[in-house]
């Protein structure tokens, strides 16, 4: 799938490079803003979704409310794996949408748990 266009809060598939270097297609969230995707040529940063609950501390369990459409199994944002990517790499836009209020949460506990300080 082409894909020219991500927006910030949107969920997409790309290819994920793992901690052990593996790479296997995975949902993620668009985390950086569409300023950079215009200035940079397609690029943006993303958090990794997974169905896994692999390390507790650095993930945030998905509630449905806090998406514009229920994911297919229970997920979580794992909040200290983020990757950048170029649109050319997105496998597959969902139209799905994280909430303002529950992305600002997100957006700190990936903060909180990449460098261990906390956003006002």
Do not use: C
């Amino acid at each position: 799938m082409a894909v020219k266009y991500v927006s910030q809060r949107e969920i997409v598939e790309v290819p994920y490079q793992l901690p052990d270097g593996s790479i296997k297609p995975h949902m993620a969230l668009v985390l950086s803003t569409e300023k950079l995707q215009l200035a940079e040529d397609g690029m943006f940063y993303a958090v990794l979704i997974s169905s896994k609950n692999i390390n507790p501390d650095f993930t945030i369990r998905i509630k449905n409310e806090w998406l514009s459409k229920p994911l297919p199994k229970q997920s979580y944002f794992v909040t200290h794996i983020v990757s950048y990517y170029r649109t050319e790499e997105v496998i597959q836009s969902f139209n799905n949408f994280v909430k303002s209020a529950p992305f600002d949460k997100i957006m700190n506990k990936v903060i909180l748990s990449m460098f261990d300080i906390e956003i006002e």
